[in-house]
């Protein structure tokens, strides 16, 4: 968490998940396991915001392989 804003927090957290998600992400400590598993949302959101901004960017392709008509 170096370099980052990080505030105590109090919340209420399911034990069970937690503990599945500290394994998951063999993380050290319970904070290290929420502050991953946050990093995880962002970039997945990340991820889909740029597919959304791609989606439909393709249809100049070139099908030099004669393979686009298969996929759907």
Do not use: H, P, W
């Not at 904070?31 to 889909?48: I, Y």
């Amino acid at each position: 968490m170096a370099g980052r804003s990080a505030k105590r927090k109090n919340i209420l957290i399911d034990q069970n998940k937690l503990t599945q998600v500290q394994r998951l992400l063999n993380a050290r400590t319970e904070t290290e396991a929420v502050d991953q598993a946050l990093d995880q949302c962002l970039f997945g959101e990340e991820v889909m915001a740029a597919l959304r901004e791609s989606a439909g960017k393709g249809k100049a392709v070139e099908d030099v392989f004669g393979n686009l008509g298969n996929l759907g």
